[in-house]
């Protein structure tokens, strides 16, 4: 298994921008498909993005799609996910994951999680 720390959430204004990052520890990170989930208040956990392990493919909720952007640096075992545009409907604790194909994590097929950050976008 891999390893998960995210960082980058805070507060931010509607319309304003966030990039999170989320760097993995072990030597199999560039074998794994990864993703970001989020969960709000009150609500369950939902798939936001993923990327296959070459970064060639990505994969997007409706809800996000044009606004944000996910990508991942292979030699620094790091994924990103580049957030513009945001609403307060954003709002929510922002899970990085790793799975073994896109298919398996937008299906919550999930090896590893991170421990979350939290991203609050104001009004």
């Known amino acids: 298994q891999v390893q998960l720390v995210e960082s980058g959430g805070g507060l931010v204004q509607a319309g304003g921008s966030l990039r999170l990052d989320c760097a993995a520890s072990?030597?199999?990170?560039?074998?794994?498909?990864m993703g970001w989930f989020r969960q709000a208040p009150g609500k369950e956990r939902e798939f936001v993005a993923a990327i296959s392990w070459s970064g060639g493919i990505t994969d997007y909720a409706d809800s996000v799609k044009g606004r944000f952007t996910i990508s991942r640096d292979n030699a620094k075992n790091t994924v990103y996910l580049q957030m513009n545009s945001l609403k307060p409907e954003d709002t929510a604790v922002y899970y990085c994951a790793a799975g073994n194909t896109i298919v398996a994590i937008v299906r919550g097929v999930i090896d590893s999680w991170g421990q979350g950050t939290q991203v609050t976008v104001s009004s």
């Open positions: 072990g030597r199999t990170f560039s074998s794994y498909s």
